[in-house]
T-cell receptor
Framework: ELKVEQNPLFLSMQEGKNYTIYCNYSTTSDRLYWYRQDPGKSLESLFVLLSNGAVKQEGRLMASLDTKARLSTLHITAAVHDLSATYFCAVDIRRGNQFYFGTGTSLTVIP | DAGVIQSPRHEVTEMGQEVTLRCKPISGHNSLFWYRQTMMRGLELLIYFNNNVPIDDSGMPEDRFSAKMPNASFSTLKIQPSEPRDSAVYFC???????????FGPGTRLLVL
């Protein structure tokens, strides 16, 4: 059974601090996606990682993919309140766009 | 581009009633996905279509759920009869040819009383 696990599930951090969210998956895949969801809203695409060693950065967020370790990370630098949201990773294991979503990490940035 | 369009945005119905959710994917996208999101189970893929053909419906919870995609610009998800445990947010998403990310609609918030 495919498992996509995120760590931590809940994260409370102070503004200005750095932190990393981890996404582990249990089967081979070289495609991983990160999404953001604000409360009561839809999912917004953040990053698309399509190969081993891929690294993408947008503002204070940076995502990376290690397909050998079956691990992706989402690094937050100097957090600000606007980053408060739930972050999901999703793994595409069949190259047909059939995504399996992680459990989500609920991030709260405290002023 | 208007993005993925879903209707209705909110639906409140009574147990036993039929519910139909609608989705219009982004023009040019050839894959369409229906998801359900609940606090208990997170995001679940119910069914996805490629070029209007259902590819995998193994996520559909039971026979009460059915989905159709009669053409490239329209899909429906039907629940008949509805039950309180079907209460959730239902998202439709679309993408192009297996590489791009999926673009999500605003969701339909369903409450079955």
């Amino acid at each position: 059974e495919l498992k996509v696990e995120q760590n931590p599930l809940f994260l409370s951090m102070q503004e200005g601090k750095n932190y990393t969210i981890y996404c582990n998956y249990s089967t081979t895949s070289d495609r991983l996606y990160w999404y953001r969801q604000d409360p009561g809203k839809s999912l917004e695409s953040l990053f698309v990682l399509l190969s081993n060693g891929a690294v993408k950065q947008e503002g204070r967020l940076m995502a990376s993919l290690d397909t050998k370790a079956r691990l992706s990370t989402l690094h937050i630098t100097a957090a600000v309140h606007d980053l408060s949201a739930t972050y999901f990773c999703a793994v595409d294991i069949r190259r047909g766009n059939q995504f399996y979503f992680g459990t989500g990490t609920s991030l709260t940035v405290i002023p | 581009d208007a993005g993925v369009i879903q209707s209705p945005r909110h639906e409140v119905t009574e147990m036993g009633q039929e519910v139909t959710l609608r989705c219009k994917p982004i023009s040019g996208h050839n894959s369409l996905f229906w998801y359900r999101q609940t606090m208990m189970r997170g995001l679940e893929l119910l069914i996805y279509f490629n070029n209007n053909v259902p590819i995998d419906d193994s996520g559909m919870p039971e026979d009460r759920f059915s989905a159709k995609m009669p053409n490239a610009s329209f899909s429906t998800l039907k629940i008949q009869p509805s039950e309180p445990r079907d209460s959730a947010v239902y998202f439709c998403a679309s993408s192009f040819s297996g590489i791009e990310t999926q673009y999500f609609g605003p969701g339909t918030r369903l409450l079955v009383l």
